[in-house]
């Protein structure tokens, strides 16, 4: 690996077996309290065609001053809330499952057309996509950074309908262990899982910061952890493009009794936070 400098920041580390240039980045440079870019950033509040009672905007994510974002675990009244944040949209998230067009032209149950779907912030094919952030302490919620394309699942061929590419996921801030790797072909009977991993970060510094990329390309993809690779696949590669996402969420509130949160999101002491300090995307030259 080696160093791409950004002045006045914290330096990207990229695969050194090529040249990059930066296309598009996020420093998270603003006034204490201010909020995500707009012209960058979209909320996500749906998950799979329902409003969701756990993902919230403003209130949990906000600038520290000090060229971080800082993801915050929000609770109340029995309840936790936390916050998505994206550059596109899954068009699963806007099925219509109940309501308008109960029943289609052809009197069977509708999934499509779809609701519209919000204007993209960023989308983009191929590259090299990275993250500087400290992971949660709390366990109960999690963390990630991904990739994602609106038509995931439209047929089972990821290099025409997009895979989830996990960059990062930490479901257990305690241990700081991390999941990486690929959703293919979508989430029921055909979905695949391919390249993904779990390990502990090293301790790369007092602060307790690590980075956390992919290197994605025409073959497959490379997946590193503080300039070390962790997974790397040839099997297959997205050739659509893609759009990020900086996520937190709660445990429960998915399965079973979808107002509740789980046993162990209750055993969190607040606060807690998942800081970020870059998302940078570079392009081979």
């Not at 899982?193 to 690590?210: G, L, Q």
């Not at 079973?256 to 970020?276: A, I, M, R, Y």
């Amino acid at each position: 690996m080696k160093n791409y400098v950004v002045d006045g920041h914290e330096d990207s580390l990229l695969p050194a077996d090529a040249e990059w240039r930066l296309v598009w980045a996020d420093e998270f440079d603003g006034k204490k309290g201010g909020k995500p870019d707009p012209d960058k950033w979209l909320y996500r509040t749906k998950f799979w065609g329902y409003n969701s009672k756990t993902y919230i905007k403003e209130e949990g994510v906000e600038l520290d001053g000090k060229g971080n974002l800082l993801f915050k675990l929000v609770a109340k009244d029995g309840n936790y809330y936390s916050t998505q944040l994206q550059t596109g949209s899954n068009a699963f998230d806007y099925m219509v499952i109940n309501g308008r067009n109960a029943i289609s032209t052809f009197g069977e149950r509708p999934f499509w057309p779809l609701e519209k779907l919000p204007k993209p912030t960023f989308m983009h094919r191929f590259g090299y996509y990275e993250v500087r952030c400290k992971l949660q302490k709390q366990p109960g919620w999690w963390s990630a950074f991904w990739l994602q394309s609106p038509s995931i699942g439209t047929t089972i061929d990821g290099k025409y309908s997009g895979i989830e590419c996990d960059i990062l996921e930490c479901f257990d801030g305690p241990t700081k262990k991390v999941t990486s790797g690929l959703f293919l072909g979508g989430y029921a009977a055909e979905c695949q899982r391919v390249a993904r991993v779990e390990y502990f970060p090293e301790n790369t510094s007092h602060d307790a910061f690590h980075r956390f990329g992919v290197e994605w390309n025409e073959d497959g993809y490379i997946f590193y952890c503080d300039g070390k690779k962790t997974a790397t696949t040839t099997e297959v590669s997205s050739h659509v493009e893609q759009f990020i996402l900086l996520s937190t969420e709660c445990q429960g509130y998915r399965v079973g009794n979808l107002d509740k949160p789980s046993d162990e999101l209750k055993q969190t002491v607040l606060p807690d936070e998942f800081v970020v300090d870059y998302v940078r995307v570079f392009d081979k030259i």
